[in-house]
């Protein structure tokens, strides 16, 4: 008997020490595991800035934080529509340069989060939410940007900074490329017998904007897409306020759709469907 209470002590302190040592490693791991910061490859660095001497831009933020990016203009016209590009969580954007051709006629802005490419800074959710109406209304007030005719264009963790700039500016339409309902919903699943809600610092929830959103909507879906299962991106769409056109990309995965059977055709019918 006293052997059985001694066993049932100690079981029951496991059960009790497991939470209280692994809720605190979530809590604090959890920026490194959503935001994995990647740095300028000095190559591609060298490449960009032969091939695109102009492109480079630096915008300082209000708390004085200095963001680094591109800003490439459709020379064709005076005032050009304007792609804003943001990028998944472990993306240095830089590298979309080389896929620019498929949109011709679109200007295009790529800006690093903080602490990724030669941004300066730490990424948060706040943070990142912040900059991407910094750049909107930046931009959206340059003399070569025509303003009525701007897109977000988002991917992965991107497509909900995208869809939160769609909620506090007028943006002609949004690109998300594997869409989420909430990052809380998509870690929930994932953990279901940790108190994700209470744990999670950047909850990302672009289901709660959806309904307000009326402007079109494009999603694209990896048909094999296990870090963003296709459930995720469906429960966005079905909540969406305004017209939305979901396509799936067949065999394509979340680190490969950009490569996908008729990926950049869906993306260039959609742009020129907004330039009327």
Do not use: C
């Amino acid at each position: 008997m006293p052997l059985i209470k001694s066993l049932l002590r100690i079981t029951i302190g496991v059960i009790i020490a497991i939470p209280l040592l692994l809720y605190p490693l979530l809590y604090f791991a959890q920026d490194k595991l959503i935001f994995i910061q990647r740095k300028m490859d000095n190559s591609l660095l060298n490449w960009i800035r032969k091939e695109y001497p102009n492109a480079q831009v630096q915008i300082t933020t209000p708390d004085n934080i200095r963001l680094h990016g591109w800003y490439i203009k459709n020379n064709a016209q005076k005032k050009s529509p304007l792609i804003i590009y943001f990028g998944g969580n472990a993306e240095e954007v830089s590298g979309q340069l080389t896929a620019l051709e498929p949109l011709n006629g679109w200007s295009l802005l790529l800006v690093n989060y903080r602490g990724y490419g030669l941004s300066e800074g730490t990424p948060s959710e706040k943070h990142l939410f912040n900059d991407a109406v910094l750049l909107y209304d930046t931009f959206s007030k340059r003399a070569d940007v025509e303003p009525n005719k701007i897109v977000a264009y988002g991917r992965s963790l991107g497509t909900g900074v995208a869809v939160y700039l769609a909620s506090q500016r007028p943006l002609k339409g949004v690109i998300l490329v594997s869409p989420y309902d909430s990052i809380r919903h998509i870690a929930q699943k994932n953990y279901p017998y940790v108190p994700v809600s209470y744990l999670l610092k950047h909850h990302f929830d672009s289901l709660a904007l959806a309904p307000s959103v009326k402007i079109p909507m494009l999603a694209l879906i990896a048909a094999k897409d296990k870090m963003i299962p296709p459930s995720h991106s469906f429960a966005l769409i079905e909540a969406w306020g305004g017209v939305t056109q979901q396509e799936i990309i067949p065999d394509a995965d979340h680190n490969n759709i950009t490569v996908g059977l008729r990926y950049w055709d869906y993306i260039s019918a959609f742009l020129l469907s907004l330039e009327n």
